[in-house]
C-alpha cells in the first residue's frame, strides 16, 4: 500500500496543496482556482503571443504546471477567455502563493495600477518570468514572501517564449538568469537592479586600490559566460542597486558586488539575508577577495559582496 490507499483520495488531496501553494490546479484542460480565490474553474490553452492577446484593459490567467515543489513540468497555460479586474485584483493580493500563477494584461499602466492596489506600494519591474512562469515577458512584482518566491505577478506588454531564437528572448533571458545582458560592449542591469549601463574594468590591484570607501562596485566573475575572461569591476553604482544583486537569490551569482571596508561589506550583507550571512576567506568563483555571502530566504547563497585587499 502507497501513501494514498484509495484512489479517489490522492488527486483531492494534491489538489489541494497545489491549491494553497500556488493558488490553482490543473483538471485536464482547465484550470480550477483555489477555493479562497472562488473556486472557479477555466478553459486554458498553451500561451503563445496568438493565445495570450487580448484586448486593452482586459486580464487573463496565466498559469505554470509544475510540481508541488514547484518545478516547472509543461508549457505556461492562459485562460482561453478574459477575466474581471475585481479576479486579477485578488489573485495578485494573495502573496503567499508561490508565483506560478499570475495574470496578463496588454498595457504596463494597467499593469501598475494592478499591482499598486494588490500590493498597496509601488512594484518591481522585471524584463522576464522564465524562472517562475515559463515567458519572456515584462512584469510587475512585489516584495518576495516569506519562502522568497515572488507571489503572483502581473505581465504585459510583447509576449516571447524563452529560446524563440530572437534577441530580445535572449536578453531578457540573461536579465532573469544574470542580473544583466550585453549591450555594445556595455553591461546593462536588469530593470529590477536599475537598468544602468555599466563598463567593466580588469579586478586588479589598480581598480580595487582606486575604489572609494563608503561606495559599492558591481563585480563580474571569471565564470560569466557572455563576457568571459578574469574578474572585472564597474564604476561606483547607487546603495539601492547594490542591495538588489545582494537580494537576487535565485540568479546565476556571477554578477557580485566590491566595497572596500569590512564593515560595510558586512551591513550590506546582513540588510539583503535572513539569516546569517557567511563570510568567507577565501577565493570564490574566481574572485580573489574575502566576501560576505548574503542568505535571503531559506536558499543557498549566490551573489556575494566582496571586500578587502587581493588575496
Known amino acids: 500500500m502507497g501513501l ?7 488527486p483531492g488531496f494534491m489538489a489541494g496543496v497545489r491549491d494553497e501553494v500556488h493558488g490553482a490546479h490543473q483538471e485536464g484542460s482547465e484550470i480550477v ?9 477555466f478553459q486554458v490553452v498553451t500561451a503563445t503571443a496568438e493565445t495570450v492577446a487580448a484586448p486593452q ?4 490567467i496565466l498559469y505554470q504546471p509544475s510540481k508541488t515543489i514547484g518545478v516547472p513540468t509543461g508549457d505556461l497555460l492562459v485562460t482561453a477567455e478574459e477575466v474581471d479586474r475585481d479576479l486579477a485584483l485578488r489573485i495578485c493580493s494573495r502573496r503567499g502563493i508561490s508565483g506560478l500563477m499570475g495574470v496578463y494584461t496588454p498595457s504596463r499602466s494597467d499593469a501598475d495600477a494592478l499591482m499598486r492596489a494588490a500590493i498597496g506600494e509601488a512594484p518591481t519591474e522585471f524584463s522576464s518570468c522564465h524562472r517562475f512562469m515559463r515567458a519572456c515577458v515584462s512584469n510587475l512584482r512585489g516584495r518576495p514572501g ?9 505581465c504585459y506588454g510583447e509576449f516571447r517564449l524563452p529560446g524563440d531564437g530572437s534577441a530580445d528572448a535572449a536578453a531578457r533571458t540573461q536579465d532573469e538568469d544574470d542580473g544583466f545582458h550585453v549591450v555594445d560592449g556595455m553591461v546593462r542591469l536588469s530593470p529590477d537592479l536599475g537598468g544602468e549601463d555599466l563598463e567593466f574594468r580588469p579586478l586588479d590591484p589598480d581598480s580595487v586600490n582606486a575604489a572609494e570607501a563608503g561606495r559599492f562596485y558591481a563585480v563580474l566573475t571569471g565564470e560569466c559566460k557572455s563576457v568571459p575572461g578574469t574578474p572585472a569591476l564597474s564604476g561606483p553604482i547607487g546603495r539601492d542597486a547594490a542591495l538588489a544583486i545582494a537580494s537576487s537569490w535565485y540568479r546565476s551569482g556571477v554578477l557580485g558586488l566590491y566595497t572596500p571596508d569590512r564593515a560595510d ?3 550590506l550583507a546582513r540588510e539583503a539575508s535572513t539569516q546569517e550571512p557567511k563570510e568567507r576567506f577565501r577565493k570564490r568563483r574566481g574572485v580573489p577577495l574575502a566576501c560576505f555571502e548574503p542568505v535571503p530566504y531559506d536558499h543557498d547563497p549566490t551573489a556575494a559582496v566582496y571586500f578587502g585587499k587581493l588575496l
Request: hydrophobic letters at 30%.
Open 33 to 41: 482556482l483555489w477555493s479562497e480565490l472562488g473556486g472557479v474553474r
Open 4 to 10: 494514498f490507499s484509495r484512489g479517489d483520495k490522492k
Open 146 to 154: 516569506e519562502s522568497g518566491l515572488p507571489g503572483p505577478m502581473c
Open 265 to 267: 561589506a558586512e551591513a
Open 57 to 60: 484593459g482586459s486580464f487573463r
